[in-house]
T-cell receptor
Framework: SQTIHQWPATLVQPVGSPLSLECTVE??????LYWYRQAAGRGLQLLFY??????ISSEVPQNLSASRPQDRQFILSSKKLLLSDSGFYLC???????????FGSGTRLTVV | DAKTTQPPSMDCAEGRAANLPCNHS???????VYWYRQIHSQGPQYIIH???NNETNEMASLIITEDRKSSTLILPHATLRDTAVYYC??????????????FGQGTILTVHP
């Protein structure tokens, strides 16, 4: 069966520090991968999605970047965190076509 | 993708059916209706999806009107663990929005003992 792993679960980082969040999927090939962010009390905002290795589409201009160095690995990064980067970050995957998404357990990031 | 409209909140008694409505009057022919839910501090969970026929699985039933402009998610016997935010999403199977889910504010369902 397919599983999605996301870590760490919580993270507290100072303003100006770098960020790297990793997401991996097991049990499938060539998945579509997504990064979402949810600010406190707000809905989910799509940040990046990828349909293949090295293929990244950005939905919102921001202080973050994404990379997909391997088929089942999706990384969210920042060179210098801002206070506004705080939130709940979720990775998700889906097979191609009309199937639903499966979300990871999320990373709660607090920038202080 | 077409926009959806959901009530901000609903209440339901434990053991009763919860019927969550969603309007998607601008839905186009190739767009599917998806339902997800998010329990506090967890990632969203897929519930069900459909195109034009009613669908049922182990979690819920999805009723789509004949004109496809609205749908209802039915949880047949709500439990306290069904308390969550429920999102109705319309998504095309292809085109420029391929694969992307756009979440609105959803409906906060509270199941009472």
């Amino acid at each position: 069966s397919q599983t999605i792993h996301q870590w760490p679960a919580t993270l507290v980082q100072p303003v100006g520090s770098p960020l790297s969040l990793e997401c991996t999927v097991e049990g499938t090939s060539n998945p579509n991968l997504y990064w979402y962010r949810q600010a406190a009390g707000r809905g989910l905002q799509l940040l990046f999605y990828s349909v293949g290795i090295g293929q990244i589409s950005s939905e919102v201009p921001q202080n973050l970047s994404a990379s997909r160095p391997q088929d089942r690995q999706f990384i969210l990064s920042s060179k210098k965190l801002l206070l506004s980067d705080s939130g709940f970050y979720l990775c998700a995957w889906s097979p191609s076509g009309v199937y639903g998404y499966t979300f990871g357990s999320g990373t709660r990031l607090t920038v202080v | 993708d077409a926009k959806t409209t959901q009530p901000p909140s609903m209440d339901c008694a434990e053991g009763r059916a919860a019927n969550l409505p969603c309007n998607h009057s601008t839905i186009s022919g190739n767009e599917y209706v998806y339902w997800y839910r998010q329990i506090h501090s967890q990632g969203p969970q897929y519930i069900i999806h459909g195109l034009k026929n009613n669908e049922t699985n182990e979690m819920a039933s999805l009723i789509i009107t004949e004109d496809r402009k609205s749908s209802t998610l039915i949880l047949p016997h709500a439990t306290l663990r069904d308390t969550a935010v429920y999102y109705c999403i319309v998504r095309a199977a292809g085109g420029t929005s391929y694969g992307k889910l756009t979440f609105g504010q959803g409906t906060i369902l509270t199941v009472h003992p």
